[in-house]
């Protein structure tokens, strides 16, 4: 088993929706999370930090659930730039298989 | 914030040949630096850990006498894909956290190489 699982995708959303992603990890032991954005053919870069009390960044909210071992992605108001393959990573730097985002007009 | 500068962002070369990739912290130390490989379409896969003055750390089922891992500076990683084959043509990426900003802050990512062995 992977030790962090994410949504397999892909998810293809009109603008204006509201979409969410989840990856489950295996460690209980990992400390910290983060969200990563990565577009076609460049790297990835930092969305958010994830933490337990959540946190909100414009349109993005992110939750940790360490009881269930899972962290989420919010994304309010999509717009036609969101769309890009998120990654859920733990402190030990494994990432998920990512999740397509596709926003259309 | 952070800067990590990864060399060269391409690379074209002949089968049996060795390829060196490096990876560079330019405004701070990263005593850690982290190697992956993306295959199209798929995601990142953690091959090694680099400790600068250690040996470096593999992940199961990378083969460390063919990617040489060198961190013999607190700014300087290097991977090098020895013999490389058709089947090594991959995208390559560093990463690294400045130890400066806390562990929230995630880890800043090289701008990756493109190797495609002919």
């Known amino acids: 088993r992977k030790e962090v699982e994410q949504d397999p995708g892909p998810f293809n959303v009109p603008e204006g929706a509201t979409v969410a992603f989840n990856c489950t990890y295996s460690?209980?032991?990992?400390?910290?999370f983060f969200w990563y954005r990565q577009d076609c053919r460049k790297e990835p870069k930092l969305l958010m930090s994830?933490?337990?009390s959540g946190n909100e960044d414009g349109r993005f909210t992110a939750q940790l659930n360490r009881a269930s071992q899972y962290i989420s992605l919010l994304i309010r108001d999509s717009k036609l730039s969101d769309s890009a393959t998120y990654l859920c990573?733990?402190?030990?730097?494994?990432f998920g298989a990512g999740t397509r985002l596709t926003v259309k007009p | 914030g952070a800067v990590v500068s990864q060399h060269p962002s391409w690379v074209i070369c002949k089968s049996g040949t060795s390829v060196k990739i490096e990876c560079r912290s330019l405004?701070?130390?990263?005593?850690?630096m982290f190697w992956y490989r993306q295959f199209p379409k798929q995601s990142l896969m953690l091959m090694a850990t680099?400790?600068?003055?250690?040996?470096?750390?593999?992940e199961q089922g990378v083969e460390k006498d063919k990617f040489l891992i060198n961190h013999a500076s607190l700014t300087l990683s290097t991977l090098t894909v020895t013999s490389a084959h058709p089947e090594d043509s991959s995208f390559y990426i560093c990463?690294?956290?400045?130890?400066?900003?806390?562990?929230?802050?995630?880890?800043?990512f090289g701008s990756g190489t493109r190797l495609t062995v002919v």
């Open positions: 680099s400790n600068e003055g250690s040996k470096a750390t593999y």
């Open positions: 990573v733990s402190n030990d730097m494994r």
């Open positions: 405004d701070f130390q990263a005593t850690t």
């Open positions: 460690n209980s032991a990992s400390q910290s």
């Open positions: 994830v933490y337990s």
């Open positions: 990463s690294a956290r400045d130890p400066r900003q806390g562990a929230n802050y995630g880890y800043t």
